[in-house]
């Protein structure tokens, strides 16, 4: 099965802290992606990396930043957290280029900004 | 870009009935539709699909048609059971651009 792991389920930070997201999958999949999902509001793209070292900004980038050093590592950075970043962060991998193909998602990190 | 409503937010159902949500897609150029689901703890998982060459697709329970002149596609759930209560997100893709529903939240009672 394919694994994409989050190391973090649940964070407390406070406004200002540079706060790092971090995700792994085993699958040797080329294309990563992190999600914002909110109630209501569904899951928004906020970055995403086709391959090792390049990264494309999504829908709602601003305040974020991302690393993808190794291929099965890409990383969401928070730069300095605020109120508005408390949110459910998911990272997704896939094999397939074009997102016309399965998403194989984390199980999600709770970020609470105090 | 792309926009995608999906309807409705929410919808209960009795085990045993039939579970219909509905999304609507703007740009006619999207030709890739999933639909994934989320239970309570768990990230997203796919659970069924349908390119834009098809007009509907089976999967046991499960099946979702698709009318691309009218830029809709449903996900129907037949036999519903407890363990189909969860969040059911739509989708629609261009190839270049993959947009989420804002999700249905699903609650089947015995």
């Known amino acids: 099965d394919v694994k994409v792991t989050q190391s973090s389920r649940y964070l407390v930070k406070r406004t200002g802290e540079k706060v790092f997201l971090e995700c792994v999958q085993d699958?040797?999949?080329?294309?990563m992606f992190w999600y914002r999902q909110d109630p209501g509001l569904g899951l928004r793209l906020i970055y995403f990396?086709?391959?090792?070292?390049?990264?494309e900004k999504g829908d709602i980038p601003e305040g974020y930043s991302v690393s993808r050093e190794k291929k099965e590592r890409f990383s969401l950075i928070l730069e300095s957290a605020s109120t508005n970043q408390t949110s459910m962060y998911l990272c997704?991998?896939?094999?397939?280029?074009?997102?016309?193909?399965?998403?194989?998602f984390g199980e999600g990190s709770r970020l609470t900004v105090l | 870009g792309e926009n995608v409503e999906q309807h409705p937010s929410t919808l209960s159902v009795q085990e045993g009935d039939s579970a219909v949500i509905k999304c609507t897609y703007s740009?006619?150029?999207?030709?890739?539709f999933p639909w994934y689901k989320q239970e309570l703890g768990k990230g997203p998982q796919l659970i069924i699909d349908?390119?834009?060459?098809?007009g509907e697709k089976k999967d046991q329970r499960i099946a979702v048609t698709l009318n691309k002149t009218a830029k809709h596609f449903s996900l129907h759930i037949t036999e519903t059971q407890p363990e189909d209560s969860a969040v059911y997100f739509c989708?629609?893709?261009?190839?270049?651009?993959?947009?989420f529903g804002k999700g249905t939240t699903l609650s089947v009672s015995s």
């Open positions: 740009d006619s150029a999207s030709n890739y």
């Open positions: 349908i390119r834009s060459n098809v």
């Open positions: 997704a991998s896939s094999p397939w280029t074009g997102r016309t193909g399965e998403l194989f």
């Open positions: 989708a629609a893709s261009t190839g270049t651009a993959l947009i």
């Open positions: 990396s086709y391959d090792v070292k390049m990264k």
């Open positions: 699958m040797d999949h080329e294309n």
